[in-house]
């Protein structure tokens, strides 16, 4: 708990963590050509330009292998999620989901506000060396601009009702969007037992800045083999490979 409330309250790196470094169709993504290919992938995210280098020198990084996790008394994640309308956009790395403003979660007292979702297959994070078949990435966004993500992770089942409606207005190409008047609920992503691992970590793309607070869901829902490959044949690749964990803490509500 200590630590969490650490976590909370660092400010060290906060400055770095504008809007513009999200998972968003925003500047950095359309000014600098990094991808998840072999001349573009992560491995050279570090070098493509001065305000990546954190991808290559960042001691907190992630994704992680998540395993040697601690039990401890975590702050319960209090979610406050509306229905909005669907807003989906490719970004030309994922496929994200702009939410309106209005919904938010609170972790020990802090405010987050949910700012997009967006998706990765298979999921970055990694639960003792294993990767699940995807994740939605839900990013949120404190008032002092520190950054919490809380990581869904999905096993192939039953198709997914709320990706369904997503996915049929998923756009394919980049730049492309989809405004529509179907009303969409973050909260049917998530599992009724919402207990979650937590560490303090990075972006998972560039600029790859540090000081994000993670809740990586313990619990996982279903989505369909067939939800998984309309992502993929858009997306091939879009994960960064695990990160040196360098001594951190990992966190795992009882």
Not at 95 to 123: C, D, E, M
Request: one cysteine or more; hydrophobic letters at 35%; glycine letters at 8%.
């Amino acid at each position: 708990m200590e630590q969490f409330v650490h976590y909370l309250k660092s400010g060290l790196i906060l400055f770095l963590l504008s809007f513009s470094t999200l998972t968003l169709a925003g500047s950095d993504h359309a000014g600098a050509h990094w991808g998840y290919g072999d001349e573009t992938g992560p491995a050279h995210w570090g070098d493509m330009k001065p305000g990546y280098s954190t991808c290559k020198t960042g001691k907190h990084q992630s994704p992680i292998n998540i395993s040697g996790a601690h039990a401890t008394s975590l702050p319960a994640i209090t979610f406050r999620y509306q229905a909005t309308l669907l807003n989906v956009v490719n970004n030309g790395h994922a496929i994200q989901v702009n939410y309106a403003p209005g919904s938010y979660i609170t972790v020990a007292g802090k405010r987050y506000k949910l700012l997009q979702i967006h998706f990765h297959s298979p999921s970055e994070h990694e639960i003792d060396g294993k990767a699940a078949d995807m994740v939605a990435h839900l990013v949120h966004k404190a008032a002092d601009g520190q950054l919490a993500v809380v990581a869904v992770l999905f096993n192939k089942g039953s198709r997914n009702p709320l990706i369904e409606k997503i996915w049929k207005h998923m756009p394919t190409h980049k730049g492309e969007y989809s405004k529509t008047a179907i009303k969409i609920n973050a909260s049917d992503l998530l599992p009724t037992d919402r207990a979650y691992y937590h560490y303090s970590g990075s972006l998972t793309t560039p600029p790859c800045s540090e000081g994000v607070n993670w809740l990586v869901l313990k619990n996982r829902v279903e989505v369909s083999s067939s939800q998984i490959d309309a992502l993929t044949h858009i997306f091939p690749k879009s994960t960064r490979p695990v990160q040196p964990l360098n001594g951190r803490r990992i966190e795992v509500s009882r």
